[in-house]
Structures are given as structure tokens and as C-alpha cells.
């Protein structure tokens, strides 16, 4: 009974964003629990993200979502959300690269959340990447091994996606078909179209183009991704 009652009021502070992390000399400490979200443009859609951040219990007003490229750290709401987030609060992420687009921004700000402003941060995709567990030093170690293993591999699937596109542009340009420049959410965009998440009329649209082009510029990108 006592455990119910204990899972009961867990379940009841998760789903207000709260939960009580500790006592300081007898004073109950207050976790606050955040989301982050970033979308490459404008036109990217953050349902997906949205709705993982909602089961885990992050409320709607502690979301905080950035429509713009994370090549670099200027965006507004994630430096309000830094200067929102409290030492113990909680930040959950989807995956690894919403912190940023190359393994040395992943791992600066990972350090600089987790070090200087002393939160815990959850990656959904990434079970292992919980600075909730293992909190002793074999835990962080592992948890360093890990974040940088796949901050790496975020960052070299990246280069060889721009490469393989490149490659695909030249073996088009060599049997006449001109060069244009794919929509910087095309990517994201191909991968929810290829894996049924959306019509191709809808993806098309996102990308502002016709669907006939679309389904064309997506055969190209295929081969590209095959080069």
C-alpha cells in the first residue's frame, strides 16, 4: 500500500513537471522538468518531437522549440531556456544532435549543462545517456564514452550525407540534368516521406516544391545515398 501510495504521488508530480530530487538540510529541493526542441527550418514540422517530450510528462509551458539550423548556438529560446533551467532541474532532448550540429558543439554544451549548470539531461533515442543513473565515477565515465561515441557518428552521418549529394548532383550534371540546390529540410523531410509518416504531397509541400519534382529530386537522392 505504502508503495502505491508512493508510485501515485511520483505520477502525480510528473505530470506537473515537478518532483522532489532531495532534501537540503530538511528542505525539500524542487526538480523542474524541461524539453528542448529544434527543427532545421521553418517549414520542418516538431510533432514527432512534441509528442515524445508530452509521454514523458514535460508540460506544454516547459517546452522550449527553436525553427532554425543549430550550425551554431544563436537561437533564442534555447538560451532561454538555459537561463530558465536551475541546478537539479531535468532536461529531456529527442536525440543527441538537438544540442547541436557537430561533435564539438555536442559535447561543449553537454559538459557545459551537465558540469556548470549542474542538470540532468535524458536523450529519448538513447537510453544510456541518462545522467540520472550511474552517477558515481564508472557511470560518467561510461556515459562520456557513449556521448561522444555517437556525438562522432551524429556528426560523420552528416558529412557523408553532404557527400553522397554531391556526388549525386555530379552524376546528374553528367547526363545534362542541371545542379539545383535541395531545401535544407529535404533530408528530414525524404526520411519521414520513405518511412510512411507522410504523403508525398505533404512532403512535397514542406519542401515548396511540386510533388512531380519532388518524387524526382527524391530519386536523385536515393542514388546519391547509394553512391
Not at 51 to 61: C, N, Q, T, Y
Not at 79 to 105: F, P, Q, T, V
Request: glycine share 8%; net charge positive; with cysteine.
Amino acid at each position: 500500500v505504502a508503495l502505491y501510495a508512493m508510485a501515485r504521488r511520483w505520477n502525480w508530480r510528473m505530470r506537473w513537471g515537478t518532483t522532489l530530487c532531495g532534501r537540503n538540510g530538511g528542505n525539500k529541493i524542487e526538480q523542474k522538468i524541461y524539453g528542448y526542441i529544434r527543427v532545421s527550418t521553418r517549414e520542418q514540422n516538431e510533432d514527432r518531437q512534441v509528442i515524445a517530450l508530452r509521454e514523458v510528462g514535460v508540460p506544454e509551458r516547459n517546452v522550449y522549440i527553436d525553427k532554425q539550423s543549430g550550425k551554431d548556438f544563436e537561437r533564442p529560446q534555447y538560451k532561454k531556456l538555459l537561463r530558465k533551467m536551475k541546478k537539479d532541474d531535468l532536461l529531456y532532448i529527442k536525440s543527441i544532435d538537438r544540442l547541436g550540429r557537430n561533435y564539438a558543439e555536442i559535447l561543449e554544451q553537454w559538459r557545459f549543462l551537465t558540469k556548470e549548470k549542474g542538470i540532468d539531461i535524458v536523450v529519448l533515442d538513447m537510453p544510456l545517456l541518462d545522467t540520472r543513473r550511474g552517477k558515481d565515477l564508472l557511470g560518467t565515465f561510461l556515459s562520456d564514452i557513449v556521448l561522444q561515441v555517437l556525438s562522432f557518428v551524429a556528426e560523420n552521418e552528416r558529412t557523408n550525407i553532404r557527400q553522397r549529394q554531391a556526388e549525386g548532383i555530379a552524376a546528374a550534371k553528367a547526363k545534362g540534368i542541371p545542379p539545383k540546390p535541395l531545401p535544407e529540410n529535404f533530408h528530414s523531410v525524404y526520411q519521414r516521406w520513405k518511412m510512411g509518416e507522410i504523403t508525398g504531397t505533404a512532403a512535397a509541400k514542406e519542401c515548396g516544391m511540386p510533388l512531380a519534382t519532388f518524387r524526382y529530386r527524391a530519386e536523385i537522392y536515393e542514388k546519391a545515398k547509394l553512391l
